[in-house]
């Protein structure tokens, strides 16, 4: 074998481990449902209202923030010390939620207003996501 051709051959192996690498990288936050949870994780148990709040939010919300508020490529984590209630008071959520939200925290880009949400849907998913930071240490 002339080294050319061996420097050739070294070359592409190089490269298809990249492109490899590149495209494993990519994978993992594309995924949107996580299929196991981050070790540790708890899920707690729902009261009625956290319940109802939990539906809610896979209606509206889990889009971006993910499955358990724990974020996707397209919104932030609420299980996050950024969220907790002296941060972000429940306030913000409502504000969130009707008005939308300029990016500021994070390079996901703007939150738009959420369509045919009613302030009366907001409470429980607050309540939802405190009991989800409460069980994981947010607060
Ligand atoms: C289309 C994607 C998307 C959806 C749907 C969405 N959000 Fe967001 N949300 C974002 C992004 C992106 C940010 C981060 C903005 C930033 O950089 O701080 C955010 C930030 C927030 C914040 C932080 C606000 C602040 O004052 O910093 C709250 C609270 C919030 N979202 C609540 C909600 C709730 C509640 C729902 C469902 C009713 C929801 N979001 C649905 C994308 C989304």
């Given at each position: 074998?002339?080294?050319?051709?061996?420097?050739?051959?070294?070359?592409?192996?190089i490269?298809?481990?990249?492109?490899?690498?590149?495209?494993s990288?990519?994978?993992?936050?594309e995924t949107?449902?996580?299929?196991?949870?981050p070790?540790?994780?708890?899920v707690?148990?729902?009261?009625?209202?956290?319940?109802?709040?939990q539906q809610?939010?896979?209606?509206f919300?889990?889009?971006?923030?993910?499955?358990?508020?724990l974020?996707?490529?397209?919104?932030p984590?609420?299980?996050?010390?950024?969220?907790?209630?002296?941060?972000?008071?429940?306030g913000?959520?409502?504000?969130?939620?009707?008005?939308?939200?300029?990016?500021?925290?994070w390079?996901f880009?703007?939150?738009?207003p959420?369509?045919?949400?009613?302030?009366?849907?907001?409470?429980?998913i607050v309540?939802?996501?405190?009991?989800?930071?409460k069980?994981n240490?947010v607060?």
């Amino acid at each position: 074998m002339n080294n050319k051709l061996a420097v050739l051959i070294g070359v592409a192996i190089i490269v298809s481990g990249v492109v490899f690498f590149a495209n494993s990288m990519q994978d993992t936050p594309e995924t949107k449902a996580p299929t196991s949870l981050p070790a540790g994780f708890i899920v707690p148990d729902l009261i009625a209202e956290q319940i109802v709040g939990q539906q809610s939010f896979e209606q509206f919300c889990q889009a971006c923030h993910g499955d358990y508020g724990l974020g996707t490529n397209s919104g932030p984590p609420f299980i996050h010390r950024i969220y907790e209630p002296n941060h972000h008071g429940d306030g913000a959520f409502f504000n969130a939620a009707i008005n939308g939200v300029r990016a500021h925290h994070w390079k996901f880009g703007n939150m738009p207003p959420v369509d045919d949400i009613v302030e009366t849907d907001i409470g429980p998913i607050v309540a939802y996501i405190r009991a989800l930071q409460k069980a994981n240490g947010v607060f």
